[in-house]
């Protein structure tokens, strides 16, 4: 039976910069399908929650640009279950907000809260241990998250240490590092003490919030006014006079580094964080010489370690080229070194200050 006092916040107002030109500000990643299965990556992460979140606890955070194309493609909930933030704040104000906001519908809400574009591939896993920690987190007043067994030296997560061990795959958290450099990463995989931090949380509604007045006074102070606001006709209103007036602080570091109440639950789920072109690469299917086409269609020549990505019905020969990443969308076409898409953000930012907002 699906618990009542079980709800999930999905913070979905990202702009996805890092899969530019793919990735557009006005459709962010979070709402393209990736993999061509006909569900955008907040559909997924939707579908999997609802299977153990009642449809009516699910609420999504996002951009007020959003509003339409969250109504489109998760029609099943209601307009009042899409918080819409009128400025980007990191995701301590957002959590702070949807949490004041289910306060008020249940004092007793146990909830977990999910980016919208991660991959799960082992969902009955995955789904298991997040009943078991609202279970949790409905019976301590401590802060849960979730750590994934790392099968590389990721320098693109972050690490979490574990310490004391709590029961089955529980431990209290020792550090959080935030992503280091190779060789740090190598000594973190050898050591066994650390695990990839999957930026999903699980906690009691009221364990949240004392940790929120405790350690982010500078947000608690701006939404804990509108105590006698949320759910009514004034909270937009409210909402958009005081979440511009919080810091641009993420959970991690203003409460998760600083609380000594935190706890990890940890698992091998077939988890990603599909954050960059390089890990949708790992995750796609290679030809002979390690060539991907996610979209589109190519043929290659003398090329090998490739990623390519195109609009539907478009075609790419490509011959010689080695560790690219061939990309099209709209009126953008983007061809650089695939190892080096972290400098995808300042092309981004290259393109905005010399010819304008039309190819962003």
Not at 126 to 142: D, H, M, R, T
Not at 197 to 223: H, R, Y
Not at 302 to 322: F, T, Y
Request: charged share 20%; proline share 4%; aromatic share 12%.
């Amino acid at each position: 039976m699906i618990n009542q006092n079980n709800y999930c916040v999905i913070m979905s107002g990202g702009v996805g910069s890092r899969f530019w030109p793919f990735s557009r500000k006005t459709y962010p990643k979070q709402f393209l399908d990736f993999f061509g299965t006909g569900r955008s990556l907040l559909q997924q992460t939707f579908d999997r929650f609802n299977k153990i979140i009642p449809t009516k606890n699910i609420f999504i955070v996002t951009n007020e640009d959003y509003s339409n194309l969250v109504q489109e493609q998760i029609p099943e909930i209601n307009k009042s279950q899409i918080l819409l933030e009128p400025t980007r704040r990191n995701t301590a104000p957002c959590i702070a907000w949807a949490s004041y906001h289910i306060r008020v519908l249940n004092p007793n809400a146990n909830i977990v809260v999910a980016p919208s574009d991660h991959l799960i591939l082992k969902e009955d896993e995955f789904l298991n241990s997040i009943s078991k920690g609202l279970q949790y987190v409905a019976e301590n007043n401590n802060l849960l998250t979730l750590g994934i067994t790392p099968n590389r030296p990721e320098t693109g997560y972050g690490y979490i240490q574990i310490a004391d061990h709590i029961n089955e795959s529980l431990y209290k958290v020792k550090t959080f590092t935030e992503k280091p450099q190779l060789d740090l990463a190598k000594v973190f995989v050898e050591s066994g003490e650390f695990y990839w931090n999957s930026g999903l949380f699980m906690w009691n509604v009221n364990s949240i919030l004392q940790s929120i007045d405790q350690f982010l006074p500078e947000i608690a102070s701006k939404l804990d006014a509108g105590k006698g606001i949320y759910t009514t006709p004034k909270e937009k209103n409210f909402i958009q006079e005081n979440f511009p007036a919080c810091p641009n602080v993420s959970i991690d570091f203003g409460i998760m580094e600083k609380a000594e109440n935190v706890y990890v639950s940890l698992g091998d789920f077939g988890w990603s964080d599909l954050g960059t072109w390089g890990s949708l690469y790992d995750l796609s299917d290679k030809d002979e010489n390690k060539n991907v086409t996610l979209k589109g269609d190519s043929i290659f020549y003398n090329s090998k370690n490739n990623i390519v990505a195109l609009p539907k019905g478009k075609l790419a020969i490509i011959d010689g080229l080695e560790n690219y990443l061939i990309s099209e969308s709209d009126n953008v076409i983007l061809i650089c070194k695939k190892d080096e898409e972290q400098s995808i953000r300042k092309y981004v930012s290259d393109a905005q200050q010399k010819l304008g907002d039309d190819y962003i």
